[in-house]
């Protein structure tokens, strides 16, 4: 997990609410991953963004929105539009901006419940 | 949609033995990742082989890839009871890394 801190480790959110989950990184890495896993599902890719002011949607966007006006920082916002924002949420990093599908870093994940 | 498929599902071994996993893909790729994941905790990155590459050792893990079967295995020698998590599979293709759904590996000690 060194070098990629993910706040809070715990988030519980009414419905109705947006929230936003924190990804910072100190490795000087160009790109930036958001990923949701459930259980039996594995890591499904929200967004990415392999350099500042710059990102795409994932396989599963929809209810989501991201922002990277810092290398270090991207953080996400799970809107109210996301129909089943429970699950653990991962932010991972990687060196080689254009080259996404080298070796990840990941933070130690925030898990979202919905009350 | 989920590229990488990992078998068995669950495994369950004594410590020492050796722990064996399969992941099967469908489409070409550029290289394939095995990660391992401790309960509640990020992912950590095992071992990377390139589509150029049929096997590969670090430490006590050894992968092999067969590009013409569309599979891989990663091999845990000598397990350890640290060695319980889940170990996921990850296709680098089309600029994108694709994980599958997990292998969850128990060592008894």
């Known amino acids: 997990d060194g070098g990629i801190t993910q706040s809070p480790k715990y988030l519980f959110r009414k419905e109705g609410q947006n929230v936003t989950l924190s990804c910072e990184q100190n490795?000087?890495?160009?790109?930036m991953y958001w990923y949701r896993q459930d259980p039996g599902q594995g890591l499904r890719l929200i967004y990415y963004?392999?350099?500042?002011?710059?990102?795409q949607k994932g396989d599963i966007a929809e209810g989501y929105s991201v922002s990277r006006e810092k290398k270090e920082s991207f953080p996400l916002t799970v809107t109210s539009a996301q129909k089943n924002p429970t699950a653990f949420y991962l932010c991972?990093?990687?060196?080689?901006?254009?080259?996404?599908?080298?070796?990840?870093?990941f933070g130690p994940g925030t898990r979202l419940t919905v009350l | 949609s989920q590229q990488g498929e990992e078998d068995p599902q669950a495994l369950s071994i004594q410590e020492g033995e050796n722990a064996t996993m399969n992941c099967s893909y469908k489409?070409?790729?550029?290289?394939l990742q095995w990660y391992r994941q401790n309960s509640g905790r990020g992912l950590v990155h095992l071992i990377l082989?390139?589509?150029?590459?049929r096997e590969k050792h670090s430490g006590r893990l050894r992968v092999t890839l067969d590009t013409s079967k569309k599979s891989s295995s990663l091999l845990i020698t000598a397990s350890r009871a640290a060695d319980t998590a889940s170990y996921f599979c990850?296709?680098?293709?089309?600029?994108?890394?694709?994980f599958g759904k997990g292998i969850t590996l128990s060592v008894r000690p």
């Open positions: 991972a990093t990687a060196t080689d901006r254009g080259r996404w599908y080298n070796e990840q870093f």
């Open positions: 490795l000087n890495h160009d790109a």
């Open positions: 963004s392999q350099i500042v002011n710059d990102f």
């Open positions: 489409t070409s790729i550029n290289n």
């Open positions: 082989i390139r589509s150029n590459e």
């Open positions: 990850a296709t680098g293709a089309n600029s994108k890394l694709t």
